[in-house]
């Protein structure tokens, strides 16, 4: 495995990792509610922002994904959507450059 899809699947990783470090405590502490989330998300001009930066960055990561599939036939890196939208951008598209750069045999 390459330098490159090493450092792919470190940020993978603390992609997934990190933000949980952060969501974990407030999940534990308010419970599983989606709706309250949202309003957090929601609660001042600032977070409005970087929340709809995410989300154009999630819409436009799964655009890019499904284009090269279709191309590249690399069904396995579909599996970065999900981690994009379950998960986090952060997550979700150093996993694809990981499962893009693979090499096959």
């Known amino acids: 495995m390459s330098f490159l899809r090493l450092i792919y699947l470190a940020l993978a990783v603390w992609g997934a990792v990190h ?10 502490e308010n419970g599983f509610d989606i709706a309250a989330l949202v ?6 001009g600032a977070v409005t922002g970087l929340y709809w930066d995410l ?3 999630a819409i436009a990561l799964t655009v ?11 069904w396995l890196a579909l599996v970065a959507i ?6 986090g951008v952060s997550c979700g ?10 090499t096959v045999k």
């Not at 309003?39 to 001042?44: D, I, L, M, N, S």
């Open 19 to 28: 933000p949980m470090a952060y969501f974990g405590p407030w999940i534990a």
């Open 39 to 44: 309003a957090e998300w929601k609660a001042t």
């Open 55 to 57: 989300v154009i960055s």
């Open 64 to 74: 890019w994904i499904l284009a090269e599939v279709s191309v590249r036939r690399n």
């Open 82 to 87: 999900p981690a994009t939208f379950l998960i």
């Open 93 to 102: 598209l150093p996993l694809y450059l990981f499962l893009r750069s693979r």
